[in-house]
Every structure is written in C-alpha cells, then in structure tokens.
C-alpha cells in the first residue's frame, strides 16, 4: 500500500496539502497510516477491515484507494492536528525486573512517574503476567496468573533477570505526556490501536486487554512538558514512597538539551532524597548509562535498546546498564 501511495500523485497531494505546516517530513507517511487505520477501525463490516485482520487476502489497494476519498474529511483532521501515539504495552516485560532492581533494598512503596506514557498503560505493570523464556521454555514468570494481559519475552545469552523478580508495591502511578491518551475514551483509546501496524502477531492483542485494563483503573496522566514539568512532580512526592521515574523510547523525542536538563534536574532532587530513573531507550539518548560493547550492540536485530538503571541513594548515585532488548522488549539479553 505504501508503494502504491508513492505512485498516485491525487493522493500524495492529498496529504502534502492537509498535514500540519512545517511537520516533520518522516513524520508524515506513518501519520497517514494512522489516520488511515483508524477509518478503517471505524468501518469494522468494511472489505478492507477483513484485509486487515487476516481475514481475506485481496489485493487491499482499491478499497484503500476508495477510503482516502470516502475519509477523507476524517483523515485530514489527523494528518492536521494528530501526532502519532504508540503505548507498547510489551516493554513491561523489560521494566518489570527493572523496577525490582530499582526498589532492592528498599521496604518503601514505589510512586511510579512515567515520562512520555502516551495512555499510561506500562503504569500499570503489575497488573500483567509476564513469562519469561528460554529455549522455548518459560523459565520465570511474574504477574497475576488470572490477568487477560500475557506478555512473553526471550531470555537471549547466559545470563537472566535475578528471579524470582518480586514487583514492589506501587503507592500511586503518574504520567507527564504533551498530549496524554484518555483510555476510556473510545476514539482516543481506537487511536492507539489505529497507530499499530496491521499483521503483527500479538500486538493488537496484547494492547486491548490493557485497555481494558486501563480502563477499570486508570493511572493519573498529566499534561505537560517533561523538561519543565517533571522535577517539580517528582520532588512533590511524599516522603515514605520511593519516587522512580520510568521512560521507554520516550526521550528520543526530547531533543538533546532537554534530555540533559531531565537528568541534571533528577540529579539534584536526588542530592536531596532516594530515587530511581528506569530508561528502555536507544543508548545515544542516556549518555548516563554505561556503554554496552559494541560486539553486543552489533549482535542486535533491531535497534539497540538498553535498558538503564540510575539510583540515587543517601545522596550518592550509581549507573547501570541492566539489559539489551528489542524495541518492544519481545527479547531481553541481560547484561550480568
């Protein structure tokens, strides 16, 4: 479809002519796949739905081509004013052993902080069960054994998480997100679903049973900005909770000044009081985290994704690289 869009110049004009002025350009094509996808959920009888589900395999270009035109008032309402919004519920798997290693030690409940959480759903961690595998053997497994979330991720080389990983308990989650997700709205919580690729096993899956999750329960999301907003939150937060501040493939999209004023501002909270930073990130976005080896990180088949851990405690601070993953945490190899 997308090479077929790059071949008809009626619907290249079409979103050259409807996206946000100066947009970034990149930005644009997976936007109108959004946008697209999201008419598509909205028309769940329609022959194209059934292509997207799996369910036909027809040539998907001409009832595609029929939507742009049928659509066409509700697909350049996002390619104006949306933003492309995923919340990969998966990358629990990743931050489950992270948030255990980050509160070892530590008997005070946790009041999780989540940068850039988009719907907030890897808030509610705890909440899922997460299994663990090896050789295609779950050799761990963390969560309520009842929860309609299941999460899977393969352990990769020698070394594992140090299970069994107990979840501490979480006293309160928030997020700080420029334009947080309401799940229990049901166009925005369509719109997370529309901002996944079609024909990815699981994904679709997992990401409805935690809005539905969500939805019973959901976390306290905050608009704002995470250079100015989020210290103030943070150092805000009671005393007998332990503050830790989570971001998974969220800084990438903070540009590397305000990246660096984030971790100077924990930096002097933490001069002051016991904290965590969690990052699930590209390591060119948290300088702070010791480099993995580049036979690693080369050994990779996605982009490299390392999981960080920066404690402060009693005023001291301490860098770790904890683990490398897949973008979605759909594999782990911990680091030792």
Do not use: K
């Amino acid at each position: 479809m997308a090479r077929a869009v790059a071949d008809d110049p009626v619907v290249l004009a079409f979103v050259a002519d409807h996206v946000a002025p100066g947009a970034r350009r990149g930005r644009n094509p997976v936007l109108f796949l959004a946008a697209t996808h999201d008419a598509v959920l909205a028309r769940p009888d329609s022959a194209l739905a059934a292509i997207y589900r799996g369910e036909s395999d027809a040539d998907p270009w001409p009832a595609f081509r029929a939507l742009v035109d049928e659509a066409a008032d509700e697909i350049a309402a996002h390619l104006a004013t949306g933003a492309v919004q995923t919340n990969e519920v998966g990358r629990s798997a990743a931050l489950v052993p992270a948030l255990a290693a980050a509160a070892d030690g530590d008997d005070r409940p946790v009041a999780l902080v989540e940068i850039g959480p988009s719907g907030g759903l890897n808030l509610l961690l705890d909440r899922y069960r997460v299994e663990y595998l090896r050789d295609g053997e779950v050799v761990a497994a963390v969560g309520p054994t009842d929860s309609p979330v299941r999460l899977r991720s393969v352990l990769e080389g020698p070394d594992s998480p140090p299970f069994p990983v107990v979840v501490p308990p979480i006293a309160s989650r928030t997020g700080i997100d420029p334009a947080p997700i309401d799940v229990t709205d049901p166009l925005r919580a369509r719109w997370l679903r529309a901002c996944l690729w079609p024909g990815v096993p699981d994904r679709p899956e997992a990401l409805a049973a935690a809005l539905g999750v969500a939805a019973v329960d959901p976390p306290a999301l905050v608009r704002g900005d995470a250079v100015t907003d989020l210290a103030p939150l943070v150092a805000g937060l009671p005393a007998d909770v332990l503050p830790v501040v989570v971001a998974t493939w969220a800084l990438a999209y903070v540009p590397a000044d305000g990246r660096a004023a984030i971790a100077a501002a924990l930096d002097g909270i933490g001069a002051a009081r016991d904290l965590a930073l969690v990052t699930y990130e590209d390591p060119r976005m948290t300088p702070w985290v010791p480099p993995v080896a580049p036979d690693v990180l080369a050994a990779a088949d996605a982009t490299p994704t390392v999981l960080g851990l920066r404690r402060w405690r009693s005023g001291a601070v301490t860098d770790r690289a904890m683990a490398l993953g897949h973008p979605h945490a759909r594999w782990l190899r911990w680091l030792g």
